[in-house]
Each structure stands twice: as C-alpha cells, then as structure tokens.
C-alpha cells in the first residue's frame, strides 16, 4: 500500500522558517509529480510549490521567494523549505504523489495526513 508520511509542521513566530518533509512508502514503479498544498480554515485547498513530472516547479505567487522545494528521488522525498514565515501561512500542509504503482498501471495521486504549520504575529 502506498502511504505518504510529512513532518516538520509546528509553532513559529512571523519571520521564521520551518522546513517540511515528506516520504513515500510502499512498492511503486514509478513516483511523478510531487508537491505541496495548503488549506487554510474556511478557505480553499491551494497549491503552495509541487514538481511537475517533467521536473520543473511551480510555485503559488505568495510563496515565491521564501518557499523552496526540492526533492530526492531516490529516498522518494520532497521537501519544503519555508522561509521568513507570515501569519497568513498559517495551514495545514499536505503533501501529493502522483504514483505510478505498477508499468501498467495509470497515474495515481496519493495524500499526506498533513501538518499543522501555525505562524504567531
């Protein structure tokens, strides 16, 4: 079974950083897109910064410049760098796989548990 497991959210105060990790576990064939996404209360689940499958990035506007993904293809992780944090970064982050299980197999996207990320004024 596939399962995606983050860590690294928590209690920060307005200018920190915090750095997010996730992992992929269990059998695949092939792991593509990989990325980040947030939901705020009452708000909507947002792209933050994900790999696409051809291994650009793309970033939400308001989180360029201080996020920074980056991955490890062979350890099947993706990370969040998260840098002079604001208020309104406040969410839970989840972390997506878009998974190959199997060479037959089609695209399959997978989610984290998510973490809270809490950024105090």
């Known amino acids: 079974q596939v399962q995606l497991v983050e860590s690294g959210g928590g209690l920060v105060q307005a200018g920190g950083s915090l750095r997010l990790s996730c992992g992929v576990s269990g059998s695949i064939f092939r792991l593509n897109a990989m990325g980040w996404y947030r939901q705020a209360p009452g708000n909507q689940r947002e792209l933050v910064a994900g790999?696409?499958?051809?291994?650009?990035?793309n970033y939400a506007d308001s989180v360029k410049g201080r996020f920074t993904i980056s991955r490890d293809n062979d350890k099947k992780m993706v990370y969040l760098e998260m840098n002079n944090l604001k208020p309104e970064d406040t969410a839970v982050y989840y972390c997506?796989?878009?998974?190959?299980?199997?060479?037959?197999?089609?695209?399959?996207?997978?989610w984290g548990q998510g973490t809270q990320v809490t950024v105090s004024s």
């Open positions: 790999f696409t499958s051809s291994g650009s990035t």
């Open positions: 997506y796989g878009v998974v190959q299980r199997t060479y037959r197999s089609t695209d399959e996207i997978y």
